[in-house]
C-alpha cells in the first residue's frame, strides 16, 4: 500500500532513493479512492483457461487496494469449447471500451507457430491494443501479447529459435533504473520461459521509449551460434504505459512439467527444461523459486496505477 508521509521526515530522503511507493500528505487529501477496474484479455488454450485465470486473480489480490478485474473476450470471434464459461463470466471488448479501465493484463498464448497477419482474431486484437495505448493507464502484454504488440505497433518482428527457451532462468534486476516496479524486488531472480519467439537486448538499443527493467544472459537457447541470447524478462515502454514480459511469473510449481510431459508424450520436438528438475531428474518435484518476486512486481503495478490513474475511469492518467 502506498505511504501517505510528510515530504519533510529525514527518512522520506531514503525511501524515494530506494522506490519505496509514497504519496505526498498534500496529494492524498485531494485524491478520491474507488476501486481499480484491472482488464484480463485471456488468450490462453481452453484447457489452461480457468487456471489462467486463477494464476492472475492471486497475484493480483496481494494488496489492500480494492480491485475490481474483469475478464474479457472478443465480440465477434467464439471459441469452440469454451464460449458457455466465456458468456457467463466475460465481458465483451466493447463493453470494457464503454466502461473504461485503468489497467489492463494480456495473457500469452500458443500461437507462436503461425504469421500474426493468421491469427483469425488478430484485427480484434490490434484494435483493442490501439485503444488502450490511448485509454489505459498501464497495460501488460505477457509473452505471446508481448511479440504482438512490439510488432504491431513498434514494427519490431520476434526472433525464432531453433530450441526453445524453456526452463527457470536467472535474471538480473536493474535497479540503477529507479523503476517503481522493481522496489522491493531482490537483485537476482529466477524467472520460468516458455517461448520459441521473443525480443533480444539489440531491439531496443537506441529506442528511447523503451527502458529493460529485468534481463539475462542465460535465458537464451543453448543450440545457438550466439548463444547465451541477452534476453530482456521485462520491459518498460513509455514510461510505465507498457509492460512487456516474456517469462512466466504466474506459473504454478509444475506447469512448465506439464507442458514438457504433454509433449514428449506426443512425440514433439521439446527440449529438457533447463534449471528446472532437481539435479535435472525428471521423476522428482521441481522447486518453486521464482514466485516471490513475482508478486513483488505486480503489487509495484497495481500501486503504480493507483497513484497514475486519473479519478475518471475513462481517462488514462491523474489530472
Known sequence: MTLIIDKKLPAYTYLEREQVLEMPTEQAEKQDIRPQEIGILNLMPSAVVERTEVQIL???????????????????????????????????????????????IITGANLED?????????????????????????????????????????KIPPHTYKEKVFGIF????????????????????????????????????????????????DAGPTGLVSAPVDGPHMVAGRKGREIYAQGHPEYYRNDIAEEYFRDKEAGLTINTPRNYFPKGDETKTPMRNWSANGQVFYSNWINWVYRTTNVDVKKPLMD
Open 170 to 217: 536467472p535474471h538480473q534486476v536493474r535497479h540503477e533504473t529507479g523503476s517503481p516496479f522493481l522496489a522491493g524486488m531482490d537483485d537476482e531472480v529466477l524467472i520460468p520461459h516458455s517461448r520459441w519467439r521473443g525480443a533480444e537486448d539489440s531491439d531496443f538499443a537506441g529506442r528511447e521509449e523503451f527502458e529493460i527493467l529485468i534481463g539475462s544472459k
Open 58 to 104: 492471486r497475484l493480483l489480490a496481494n494488496t489492500p487496494l480494492q480491485i475490481r478485474p474483469t475478464f474479457i473476450y472478443f465480440d465477434t470471434h467464439k471459441s469452440r469449447s469454451k464460449q458457455d464459461h466465456f458468456d457467463a463470466f466475460y465481458k465483451t471488448i466493447q463493453q470494457v471500451k464503454e466502461a473504461g479501465l485503468d489497467g489492463l
Open 114 to 154: 503461425r504469421a500474426f497477419e493468421d491469427v483469425h482474431y488478430w484485427k480484434e486484437l490490434t484494435a483493442l491494443m490501439d485503444w488502450a495505448h490511448e485509454n489505459v493507464t498501464s497495460t501488460i502484454y505477457s509473452c505471446w501479447a508481448a511479440q504482438a504488440k512490439l510488432y504491431h505497433h513498434y
